[in-house]
């Protein structure tokens, strides 16, 4: 299986790589190896091929990069064809000086760095979150709902008779869970409170029914339902485009595009966002029936949640209190930290710039960006493409299906008008532009499979038979073309103990 993987690998010819790694339960550093090609069949096909686990002794960029290079070798794959690579934003992989990426680059100056576009998400979000005190404070209480109902079977089995999804807790090391968890909140408050002031009529611990109690006040307060409102807002959308982006046949082009309108959606969601959030949490507040606290106690309780005091003015109004000091630097700190981490992407992304407006670049601007990317895709030994023949073939194309197509669309177009050796330079350029990934998400995916096969029961397990079990389970659809028969025949004769003669 893994012949026929290598073999694909080498008729693609280019190909990136996709690295990461994660301790397994016998307390060793796995780093898995994904190899993301474009196979040519019927038609173009972007495929991420696993290639197995190695250990990695040392998590520093030199062993990794060795590890890497030595794995490559063995499989006679040239590390020459490489034109991509992709890991997380551990600075043993992303250093500029001695990460992984910067030594591979020193071996193969056309192996483009692209940080993978999840992870860098998940930063966003985490740099949000730790950008207010009120939104800390505000995933603190979350987490309080959760550890105060799964602490005693009772109180969650009260739970799930008034709540339609249950509750659930959220990760420091995967943000996608606090939209699973905020998402109970946001469509059950009104039950969840009830619950909780069942739960302290109920209790009998007086430790239990005074933060039960104060729970059921924070969760019916008017703050909280709007912090609830606008980290919804921001994080169901954050995670909606964190599922697209972490497709195995995402592109370069379609990921900056997906971004793009991302920070469009936070730019008006900065102006119209928290008018919006008063108003449903207002409603939210109506199904709870407190409207005596909004009325009588808003801002006494507002006063007491919101201390703080801005230096330059200071300023009367609760509500505006908390639109400058929660929604104002959670909303500005995703903007700027989107823009922030996603630089590096968006200049490999103009590299390619070319191939992505063929038809709205003049004869000038044409020809800069086509000796652009040449440069990018040569070494001193020579180039992958010529700028001014793709220049010209660019301009020679023939009408195409729209103006707006991606990387991989109209290289299926030049693949399905059978026009490869009539545009040689662009036909090699989309390929190597679909080769690029934008994730690791196909790592992330492999270390689910090492969980289930190296269990603690099987901890000693060996790592050419785990390597090889995970292939056949990731490659599951490599394996179901094997012949049973042949293998069943290979491992008779290796282990049968009667001798010929």
Same mark, same amino acid.
């Not at 196979?39 to 960029?61: C, Y």
């Not at 009998?204 to 019916?220: C, F, M, R």
């Given at each position: ?182 998402? %109970? ?65 995402? !592109? ?26 008063? %108003? ?37 109004? %609760? ?161 179901? !073309? ?20």
């Amino acid at each position: 299986m893994l012949d026929t993987m290598v073999t694909e690998i080498k008729q693609s010819k280019y190909y990136s790589i996709i690295l990461d790694c994660t301790p397994d339960v016998s307390h060793q550093e796995q780093m898995s190896v994904i190899i993301r090609t474009v196979i040519m069949d019927e038609a173009p096909t972007i495929k991420e091929h696993f290639l197995g686990f190695l250990v990695a002794s040392e998590t520093t960029g030199l062993g990794l990069s060795s590890l890497i290079l030595n794995r490559l070798k063995e499989l006679n794959i040239p590390f020459d064809n490489c034109r991509g690579q992709s890991y997380d934003n551990g600075a043993n992989m992303k250093g500029r000086n001695r990460g992984v990426q910067a030594r591979l680059l020193q071996k193969n100056p056309r192996a483009l760095y692209v940080p993978c576009v999840s992870h860098s998400l998940y930063l966003v979000v985490a740099d949000a979150a730790k950008a207010s005190t009120d939104a800390i404070s505000y995933f603190g209480n979350v987490q309080k709902l959760y550890t105060l109902f799964s602490a005693a079977p009772q109180r969650w089995a009260i739970l799930k008779e008034h709540l339609t999804f249950a509750l659930k807790s959220w990760s420091d090391t995967r943000w996608e869970s606090r939209v699973n968890s905020i998402e %109970a909140v946001r469509y059950q408050a009104p039950n969840i409170r009830e619950v909780l002031l069942e739960v302290s009529d109920k209790v009998t611990d007086p430790l239990t029914k005074v933060e039960a109690q104060s729970l059921a006040e924070e969760v019916g307060s008017y703050r909280f339902l709007i912090c609830t409102v606008v980290w919804y807002d921001i994080l169901h959308h954050v995670n909606h485009v964190s599922k697209l982006l972490q497709s195995a046949t995402m !592109q370069l082009d379609v990921a900056v595009d997906l971004l793009t309108k991302a920070n469009m959606f936070l730019t008006r969601y900065r102006d119209t966002g928290f008018a919006a959030a008063q %108003a449903t949490a207002k409603d939210m507040c109506e199904e709870i029936n407190v409207e005596a606290v909004l009325k009588e106690k808003r801002m006494r309780s507002t006063k007491k949640h919101f201390a703080y005091e801005a230096p330059d003015e200071p300023i009367a109004d %609760a509500m505006k209190r908390l639109e400058t000091t929660f929604f104002n630097v959670v909303v500005d700190t995703t903007i700027e930290s989107l823009k922030d981490r996603f630089e590096t992407l968006g200049e490999v992304r103009a590299r390619f710039g070319v191939l992505l407006n063929l038809k709205k670049l003049d004869r000038v601007e044409l020809c800069n960006q086509c000796d652009k990317l040449c440069s990018t895709l040569s070494t001193g030994d020579g180039g992958d493409i010529d700028g001014k023949e793709l220049a010209l073939e660019i301009t020679n194309l023939p009408s195409l299906p729209t103006c707006e197509m991606t990387a991989l669309e109209l290289l299926s177009f030049i693949h399905k008008k059978n026009l490869n050796e009539l545009y040689p330079n662009l036909w090699i350029a989309l390929r190597i532009a679909c080769t690029l990934p934008v994730t690791v998400a196909a790592a992330e995916r492999s270390f689910s499979k090492l969980k289930l096969i190296k269990t603690y029961l099987r901890s000693c397990m060996g790592q050419d038979r785990l390597t090889g079990l995970a292939i056949i389970s990731i490659n599951h659809k490599i394996g179901k !073309q094997l012949s049973y028969d042949d293998i069943i025949d290979d491992f008779a004769s290796k282990k049968a103990r009667k001798q010929k003669f």
